[in-house]
């Protein structure tokens, strides 16, 4: 059986989009998507630390992302992040 030995992010249907809000006169990145509910929103994903949080910190943090849908398509493939990859590695080489 083969090994990954990549330390790349395997796989995922895009999602969202990222986007810029200006709040405060201060522009910070967000987050558009529709939630699994049909809900058009706007997230603001929050700052990445200069350091590592303590475990306190995973556990006491209220992180509440919504799931979102898969983003509209004009084609007919769905919108991926490195799907292509993923398939390569799973089953390319019964392909070839």
């Known amino acids: 059986m083969p ?3 990549s330390k790349r992010s395997l796989a ?3 999602a969202t989009e990222a986007r810029e809000v200006t709040h405060e006169g201060k522009r910070s990145p967000a987050l558009r998507g529709t939630t699994l509910e049909g809900e058009d929103v ?3 994903p929050g700052d990445v630390p200069a350091r590592l949080p303590t475990a306190d910190f995973w556990q006491q943090q209220g992180f509440d992302f919504p799931g979102f849908r ?5 084609s007919e493939a769905l919108d991926h992040i490195r799907m292509d990859a993923a398939i390569d590695w799973l089953i390319g080489d019964k392909l070839t």
């Open 70 to 74: 898969p983003m509209q398509s004009t």
């Open 12 to 14: 995922s249907i895009r």
């Open 42 to 44: 706007l997230v603001y």
């Open 3 to 5: 090994t990954c030995r």
